[in-house]
């Protein structure tokens, strides 16, 4: 049994605040500008690479430190500095406004987790353990990333383009599922990559 609810967050341009900007940090704002999050990031020194961010305007960088008014209109705040006692104010703080938080490396202080995740495409495979061991989830997504190879991606795009086609044709229901299901078979991915591949020797 566990308390946590698996889903995929659309974070296109929310403000997400992230408070340090460390090596560790760094890679949290890295995520977040990934799925284009408008990340705003608090902290009195930075990284390099975040300092590059906020001279090209990727991110705003507020070289200070965390004010109780840096949490006004944020969806979801990532504390990642050395002050444990910092921690457990940002937490306290975002519980009583609602704004969903992570404390990195404290599970206990923590409204969701980062799973590891194989990313090919529009394909994600998120794996975790509820904060228990990283370390298992990052093996997981070692073998993962073996068996899901970067040819997912175009199979997943070429997917999505096939459904969008087959779901404006005039067949029925059942007749859509079907091949919706038969479209992703083992077979299918095989003939998908044999036809990649004459592409590939033309």
């Known amino acids: 049994m566990t308390d946590l609810f698996p889903l995929f967050l659309k974070l296109k341009r929310r403000k997400c605040l992230v408070v340090g900007a460390g090596e560790i940090g760094q890679g949290k704002i890295a995520g977040l500008l990934e799925v284009r999050a408008d990340v705003h990031v608090v902290a009195p020194a930075a990284t390099k690479r975040v300092k590059e961010w906020d001279r090209d305007g ?18 979801l705040i990532v504390a990642a500095t050395s002050s ?34 194989v990313r090919r495409g529009s394909l994600q495979i998120a794996v975790s353990t509820g904060g228990e061991s990283p370390a298992l989830a990052q093996r997981l997504r070692k073998k993962l990333e073996k068996q899901f190879g970067p040819e997912y991606a175009e199979w997943v795009k ?36 044999k036809g990649r591949q004459k592409k590939a020797k033309r």
């Not at 921690?87 to 590891?116: M, S, T, W």
């Not at 007749?175 to 919706?180: D, F, G, W, Y």
């Open 84 to 117: 444990s006692e910092l921690h457990k104010e940002i937490f306290r703080l975002a519980q009583q406004r609602g704004v969903l938080c992570n404390v990195v490396d404290v599970p206990e202080l923590c409204d969701f987790y980062y799973p590891a995740v």
């Open 58 to 75: 990727i991110v705003r960088w507020s070289k200070r430190d965390f004010e109780d008014s840096d949490l006004d209109g944020c969806f």
């Open 158 to 193: 070429y997917l999505g383009e096939s459904r969008r086609k087959l779901n404006a044709s005039s067949e029925n229901a059942m007749e859509k599922k079907s091949k919706l299901h038969s479209m992703v078979s083992e077979s299918s991915f095989r003939t998908f990559q």
